[in-house]
Nanobody, 118 residues
Framework: QVQLVESGGGLVQPGGSLRLSCAAS????????IFWYRQAPGKGCESIVS???????SGVNSVKGRFTGSRDNNKSTAYLQMNNLKPEDTAVYYC????????????WGQGTQVTVSS
């Protein structure tokens, strides 16, 4: 059974940092690219950072230079390091592995809430 469980969210002030984790099980983690998504209040799902099987990472313009993806294949876990957080980063964050979860992030469960506010 494929499982991807996000954690590490919370309330942080603007300019602060958080590191999210995505713990995977039920599939061969090292063979899959990982994608981080987010859904801000009232908006759709947005893919923001990708992590290749070998650890290469890229992000959309709105997070470039602030968010970095990484992975530890030995632990079947991916990470999203978020620095210089802004109020517009407030969202529920999710991870996926090459579409294994299917559908949109709205159907993936709780995710992890990140709230950036002073």
């Amino acid at each position: 059974q494929v499982q991807l469980v996000e954690s590490g969210g919370g309330l942080v002030q603007p300019g602060g940092s958080l590191r999210l984790s995505c713990a995977a099980s039920g599939f061969t983690f090292s063979l899959y690219d990982i994608f981080w998504y987010r859904q801000a209040p009232g908006k759709g799902c947005e893919s923001i950072v990708s992590i290749t099987t070998t650890g290469g990472t890229s992000g959309v313009n709105s997070v470039k230079g602030r968010f970095t993806g990484s992975r530890d294949n030995n632990k079947s876990t991916a990470y999203l390091q978020m620095n210089n957080l802004k109020p517009e980063d407030t969202a529920v964050y999710y991870c996926d592995a090459n579409g294994l979860r299917g559908g949109s992030c709205r159907s993936w469960g709780q995710g992890t809430q990140v709230t950036v506010s002073s």
